[in-house]
């Protein structure tokens, strides 16, 4: 008797047991479908890779009087493309070294061009940009040239172009001045001509 009283309670642990797994089985197929389905209507797309051309855009140039700039308009040149934003600390210690390159190797064709990729408003970005002396293009970026370039996973993050609009070199967060002069001599030194390109504001 207590035997079969015994069997009795195992055969109901192992039924509960199962309909409990089935269960949860259940959910988390569904939740895996719906996060590939997540996935699939909300692509992500890689930082490109060093030696592929670096994609191209065309933004708004701040206090450009609405002209814009092409970044495939810079070709014959050495470009810095770096996203940044006003909030971002490490944005803020590499700026002046920035203006000094710009001043040092501007002449031999180098452009560096930053891209604003907050939401702080074109008269707060164009204040501070002031405050800090910069002496290169700043244009005001968006969500897609943000994925254009691998989502930006933190700030600021800066590539390195030769002449030819080919990437050399990126890096994510504040680097060394020697590691940016590095790459800006590599820039220099490689890709396309020498000639120097004219930025072309439309």
């Given at each position: 008797m207590?035997l ?33 389905a ?24 701040l ?31 590499e700026m002046?070294w920035f ?24 008269k ?8 800090m002396?910069?002496?290169?293009p ?14 930006l ?50």
């Amino acid at each position: 008797m207590k035997l079969n009283l015994v069997l009795v309670l195992l055969a109901i642990v192992l039924i509960t047991g199962g309909l409990f797994l089935g269960k949860r089985l259940s959910h988390e197929k569904a939740g895996s479908a719906s996060a590939d389905a997540s996935a699939a209507s909300h692509p992500t797309q890689g930082a490109p890779d060093k030696g592929s051309l670096a994609p191209d855009f065309d933004l708004k140039v701040l206090d450009g009087n609405g002209k814009t700039m092409k970044l495939s308009s810079l070709r014959g040149k050495a470009v810095i493309v770096d996203f940044w934003a006003t909030y971002c600390g490490p944005c803020k210690i590499e700026m002046p070294w920035f203006v000094e390159l710009q001043k040092q190797y501007g002449p031999q064709g180098l452009q560096i061009v930053g891209v604003a990729v907050d939401d702080a408003g074109e008269k707060t970005i164009s204040d501070f940009t002031h405050k800090m002396g910069i002496n290169y293009p700043i244009l005001i970026g968006n969500e897609k040239v943000a994925d254009l370039y691998g989502g930006l996973d933190g700030l600021p993050t800066t590539f390195f172009l030769d002449r030819s609009g080919k990437i050399i070199d990126r890096q994510l967060g504040l680097i060394s001045e020697s590691v940016i002069v590095d790459n800006i001599k590599k820039g220099l030194a490689s890709g396309g001509n020498s000639n120097t390109a004219t930025a072309s504001l439309q």
